[in-house]
């Protein structure tokens, strides 16, 4: 018995989930983008820049399809769930791997950040004297994290 991988062809999420912008770059078949809009992984806006409903963003949209945050989460695993999930006020993540808080920052959801708050390309470490820079969550992390909360 096969299960259903959930959602279809998560590497088109993951690449919009990287693009500086979210957008959706390929989709794969309009059977798949149609799960992800009515799944509410994304959405597509029309020619007046207001949201779409799921049902009109193929034929009436204009623009890019874009990732939202419940799209992000939906490509996460476990240990990067409970990392974003676990992330403090001000969104640094704490005891967390490195291969998770790298697999976080080329997701775009982490950055890293020096003593002074500057974001930095990588965590700094050299191999020998450990990591220098923490994980903070990025705007699109924050999504993502909200995106597990039931919003009121």
């Not at 989460?73 to 704490?94: F, K, P, T």
């Amino acid at each position: 018995m096969t299960t259903k991988a959930y959602p279809p062809a998560p590497k088109h999420l993951r690449a919009a989930c990287a693009h500086p912008e979210g957008h959706l770059t390929s989709h794969g078949s309009r059977t798949t983008l149609q799960v992800y809009l009515d799944d509410g992984l994304v959405y597509r806006n029309d020619a007046d820049g207001f949201r779409l409903p799921a049902d009109l963003a193929q034929a009436q949209g204009a623009g890019p399809y874009v990732i939202t945050g419940a799209g992000r989460r939906s490509v996460l695993n476990d240990s990067q769930l409970a990392a974003v999930d676990s992330a403090d006020e001000d969104g640094a993540l704490r005891d967390v791997s490195w291969p998770t808080a790298a697999a976080l920052a080329r997701l775009a959801l982490v950055e890293y950040r020096d003593a002074d708050g500057i974001p930095q390309p990588t965590d700094g470490d050299d191999g020998r004297t450990g990591p220098k820079h923490r994980p903070y969550l990025t705007a699109a992390g924050l999504d993502a994290a909200r995106a597990a909360k039931p919003q009121p």
